[in-house]
């Protein structure tokens, strides 16, 4: 059937992406100038005890022996070992922080995707009156923002200036139960949702504008149908399905959106992690890292883009 | 972020009409047209005002701070007195005066990182439309392993192999850029490869490099101008980020997002040290919004008037 075949082809594709992305960030943190040895022991390091080090990290081999290396231990799972603290393994580093990012982008996304197709909608129902144009407004200004902008703003009004009532910082507990913890996550989930909010709101508001001129929403009205039935059952439905390549492109933008806000929040995720990573200049951690990051990136797209073809009868039969 | 630019690119009025016409005289007019249309909206003109006034803070704002922008003035925090309009810093410094000081690395590493960019992605994408399918998918799907990495993930990557300098900053946001404007660039290629000026000055045997910079390049600027617009957004907003990271201009240095995470352990006592540089980055990228999003509706608007599809 060429329509599984052209979506396998996509799926092999971004594989092949991802395989390539992989060479290129080892080669990143291998090749280019700069000393993974010097840097970890600093510059006032012997000859001998670099020498030494530069064994233990396997420098002294060839490069495409160590890629092929790095790539057999990762099939297996093993992420190498973290340079910085107390050299754990770089699994044991990362697996409490990929669970919290996780949980972060799902409480973002599922805030932001109802409540901005929501107010898409309502606003496209309210098309021309003061309502519409001050969203429109104020969805062009806060998708002119940088995240961590946003962010500031609501510790600035919600935690230290104006009002005191959320926790500026979530440090999560890790012993702790989270549902106990619920408010550290308030300011995070706010402050991402705020930042895919805009996009998506336009998104809907264009496809449900474009639903309400059909043929068949005239016809559901002219039938007598109540309005909010006509809504909820014929326009809401259809105009959905245009915003769904957009929004899931708007979720896999939380896979790099994560890095500053988990920074600024000093939230225990992934993107924290990063951020650490490379001031430390921790290679093995940066290397899994910018590899899950872009893992998630690729796929994320690529199923924005598997969506897509599905749910449109235009490309689903028209695939050669 | 994609933009919703991506398939409004028909701008050329071609046609019997204007023969004679050479296509980068008659790409002036038309551009002039756009920029015309673009300052008749209100948020175009709102948008170039604030870049305007912060461009000039931004210019001559040094030369009129009252202190040196790592001269100490007082004591740590301090809310903002007679002698220190904002109030100090976390050393004790002059907010108001580093404020003054710290935008001129914000524009130029920002300015540098879209142009340079913008060229790599219009050359990219140009070559990449104008070629052989073969080398057009080649070129696009090598384009991808960059796109494979959130833009702030890709320039992280490179921080960390060379270190945080300015100037690699600049170059890692471009590059980051390059895959994105292609995309862009290549689409608005593919809607005019195949026009008759195009098969004409190809059997005229016109080399392809010079129907590319002659032909080809002025019928794609209106949507570039767009996209730059899009483009420097970004780059003021992610290279804020990379100050605010840690990575970006090293302390001492002034700069807006080199200060709100210096400050920002004090926003509690002494909240203008933050407030200050925030209300800058965010006016500055809401004015090249409002600019980029009026060019845009301009573009669309004369698409209507021509009648072209």
Redesign the interface.
Known sequence: MPLAKHILWRVI?GF???F??SV??FM??NL???DPARAILGPRATPEKLAILREELGLDRPVAVRYAAWLGDISHGDLGTSLAGMQQPVTKVIGRRLYNSFLLVVLAAFVSVPLSMGIGAYTALKRDTKLDATATIAT??L???????IG??L??LLS??VLHILP?ISRLDPFAPYLGQLDLFILPVMTLTLAVLP?IV?LLRASTIEVLESEYISMARLKGLPEPLVMRRHSLPNAVVPAIQ?TA??L??L???I??VE??FAYPGIGSA??D???N?D?PV?QAL?LI??AT??FLNLAADILTILITPRLRTGMR | MSTPMENSVDLLPEGPEIPHVTASRRHRREWVQTAKAAWALRRTKIGVGLFLVILAIALFGPLIAPYGPTEFVGKPYRMPSATAWLGTDNLGRDVLTRVLNGGRTVFSLSLTATAVGMAMGILLGMFAGYSRRSVDDFTMRALDIVMAFPHIVFVLLIVAALGPRPWLIALAVAIGHAPRVARVARGATLEIVGRDFILASEMLGTAKWRIMVTELFPNITSPMFVEFGLRLAYSIGTIAALSFLGFGLQPPAADWGLMINENRIGVAVQPYSVFVPVVMIALLTIAVSLIADGLARAIIGIDRRTGTE
């Not at chain 1, 998708?143 to 902008?149: D, G, I, Q, R, T």
């Open positions: 594709l092949i992406t991802l390539f992305a290129l960030i990143m943190t280019l100038p700069g062009l200004t998708s002119a923002l940088p995240e961590f902008v500031i703003v510790i600035l230290t200036q500026p996009y336009r957009g492109m708007q896999a933008w896979a790099g959106g890095v500053v920074y600024l990063l951020v990573a490379v001031s200049r290679y940066i910018s990051l872009a990136y690729v």
